[in-house]
């Protein structure tokens, strides 16, 4: 609705300020403010592919590991040590119920 609270034909109808509805550059700003953002449940991000990940590792190519391998490290899924192959195999007994002491 407008100020003068008559509806907007659909066809002419742009939320953007002036400054902005002739501006090539804007989708891109656009988008890159709401794909940047910290509000990861923002609607607006469903618009947006995700990123093609075979890009991204090859882009990165510099560092020591690639970022999928990266991954698996950190969240040992690839590599894990004595320790902690104790520990998950206490929270998998059947039955356990007290906390640990670790």
Not at 26 to 34: G, K
Not at 55 to 84: G, Q, R, V
Request: aromatic share 14%.
């Amino acid at each position: 609705m407008r100020g003068d609270e008559s509806l907007a034909n659909l066809a002419t109808f742009d939320p953007r300020p002036e400054d902005y509805r002739q501006d090539i550059s804007y989708s891109t700003y656009f988008r890159n403010t709401y794909i940047n953002s910290r509000c990861a449940t923002a609607p607006i991000l469903q618009l947006y592919m995700a990123a093609n990940m075979y890009a991204f590792s090859s882009d990165h190519d510099y560092l020591p590991k690639s970022p999928a391998d990266m991954f698996l490290d950190a969240f040992l899924i690839t590599t894990i040590d004595e320790h902690n192959c104790q520990i998950i195999e206490r929270y998998s007994w059947p039955g356990y119920k007290q906390k640990m002491d670790v």
